[in-house]
Nanobody
Framework: QVQLVESGGGLVQAGGSLRLSCATS????????MGWFRQAPGKERDIVAS????????YYADSVKGRFTISRENTENTVYLQMMSLKPEDTAVYYC?????????????????????WGPGTQVTVSS
């Protein structure tokens, strides 16, 4: 089992930036596809971005394209989400997730059920 812990959330004004980190342990991080999801109150958990195990391919939800950047550092077992030009509608709990079979897949997962392990989440609040 993989343990994941997110950090970097907080309160920021609209137009501001935050950088989320997700530290992992207990597995072979370099073989996992990784994803960032978010869930606002009363809404479903949706994909924000994902990155292939090699770092060579990324996916972004349309709502964050051009504003968010996902990256990973395999030597540190960590995945990042740089968020810029934040909007009030970005307010949510942000979760990172690991797809342990990522090394064997030809595509990046975009659904919750594509991922095996989850962190507890970090709150991001964007004020207007």
């Amino acid at each position: 089992q993989v343990q994941l812990v997110e950090s970097g959330g907080g309160l920021v004004q609209a137009g501001g930036s935050l950088r989320l980190s997700c530290a992992t342990s207990g597995g072979t991080f370099g073989r996992y596809n990784m994803g960032w999801f978010r869930q606002a109150p009363g809404k479903e958990r949706d994909i924000v971005a994902s990155i292939r195990w090699s770092g060579g391919t990324t996916y972004y939800a349309d709502s964050v394209k051009g504003r968010f950047t996902i990256s990973r550092e395999n030597t540190e077992n960590t995945v990042y989400l740089q968020m810029m030009s934040l909007k009030p509608e970005d307010t949510a709990v942000y979760y990172c997730a690991a797809d342990r079979a990522g090394w064997s897949r030809s595509t990046l997962g975009t659904r919750s059920y594509d991922y095996d392990d989850w962190g507890p989440g970090t709150q991001v609040t964007v004020s207007s």
